[in-house]
């Protein structure tokens, strides 16, 4: 059985629930330009943005790159440039995942470094010097130096990038330019090559790492060589 329930009275407005038209503005009216409007706004955005960017933004620094160290202090790139030949760098006895100089860090027996193995190869004499050398043609004198050191053997090549180390150690202000008489083989010629070839900005582009992509982007090897100078931790300081 079924009872139907009536429906709860609903109040209609005076019009019976029907819509009033709308009705015109009687009231004061005032010319408003909106694209003045949004001028005016985008002009004050702009200015409070520059001017904010201007008092509280980071430093604007130039990018640091092997020409620029180069250029500003040839003497740390030249004395960094024997450091890789004759093997005493940070970077030629760092160990994985570059080379197999050590061990590397580790954390009581956790070999981490290790244990990860040498990923990224860097052989710093031939990466950052021979190499870069190789591709300068054109020029019998740093082609004849290069062939000289190529030709020697190994405890020869140790022999005159020592020496060539200590004497720029020696030399006042470390000053390459400066450096006294001594049995150094073709290292000098090569260094000043290799000097001036930075100063040109050749030799950014060959230390990096091909083969990333349509861009180069692994930049390890330029800043390993960075890292074993001293301009780099100068930069830092100021």
């Known amino acids: 059985m079924t009872t139907d329930i009536p429906a709860a ?7 019976g629930g029907r819509r009033r038209p709308a009705q015109a503005w009687s009231g004061a009216k005032r010319h408003y330009d909106l ?13 409070l943005s520059i001017g904010l960017a201007l008092i509280f933004s980071s430093p604007d620094e130039k990018g640091v790159t ?14 960094t440039a024997v450091t890789e030949l004759d093997g005493t760098s940070t ?3 760092y160990g994985p995942p570059y080379n197999h100089a050590s061990d590397g860090q580790s954390i009581f027996f956790l070999h981490l470094q290790k244990w990860a193995g040498v ?10 010097v021979l190499h870069p050398l190789s591709t300068i043609t054109g020029n ?40 006294a008489a001594g049995d150094y083989g073709p290292v000098p010629a090569m260094t000043t090559a290799l000097l001036h070839f930075a100063q040109g900005g050749g030799l950014d ?9 349509f861009y180069e982007e692994n930049y390890t090897k330029p800043l390993l060589f960075l890292a074993d100078g001293g301009y780099l931790d100068d930069q830092a300081a100021a």
């Open 119 to 128: 990923r990224i190869p860097v052989n710093p004499p031939v990466d950052f």
């Open 35 to 47: 694209v003045k409007e949004f001028v005016i706004a985008l002009l004050i955005v702009g200015v």
């Open 205 to 213: 582009s060959q230390s990096v790492i091909p083969g990333t992509g």
């Open 140 to 179: 019998p004198v740093v082609m004849a130096a290069l062939a000289r050191y190529e030709s020697a053997s190994p405890d020869q090549q140790q022999a005159w990038a020592s020496n060539y180390d200590k004497a720029i150690t020696s030399a006042p202000d470390s000053d390459f330019t400066k450096v």
């Open 66 to 79: 092997l020409q620029r160290w180069a250029t500003q202090n040839p003497s740390d790139f030249v004395f």
């Open 9 to 15: 009275p609903v109040d209609l407005p005076p019009d």
């Open 91 to 93: 970077s030629a006895g």
